[in-house]
């Protein structure tokens, strides 16, 4: 085994574990700490891709704001931070039937694609060109762009005013 299949398990198996904690971490901020480490993992697989602009891109944007917003919204609304009683999904067994189903579905196709011996595709500065003019670009991404940034912003500003109400 080269060093570069381990890496990619190891990183494999941290963003999948830690991705597996934050669903089922009874304590939001533990949650929240754990979605940070599964997107550290995910900018690792990036850097192995040879695609540094993404894993920088995702460290910068997902860490360091959205998980960070994440994070500050947890501990603005208190009631979240000390559990008064346990929270309980009475539609465990449905959600658990259909992620098994889902889970099924998935394999099934993941197994009748022919895959390739080996994926190439270099990350060129022409690319990254050609994603930011689509970012930014009216007739293509800029409004779901600029809807995700207000969502975040709306996010932010009713758990500070969730916080206030009870104080």
Known sequence: MTVAKGVFL???AVTLGSALAVV????LFH???FLILSFFGVAGLYVLLDAAFLAGIQVLIYIGAIAILIIFAVMLTRQMMRPVEPQVNLQWAWAAGLSFAFL???LWVTLRIPWPEQVSVPVTAESITRLGQALMDPQQY????????????????GSVAIARERD
């Open 104 to 106: 099924v579905l998935v």
């Open 142 to 157: 800029v409004l779901p762009f600029e809807v995700a940034s207000v969502l975040l912003f709306v996010a932010l500003v």
């Open 10 to 12: 190891i990183l494999s």
């Open 24 to 27: 089922t971490q009874r304590n």
């Open 31 to 33: 949650a929240a700490l």
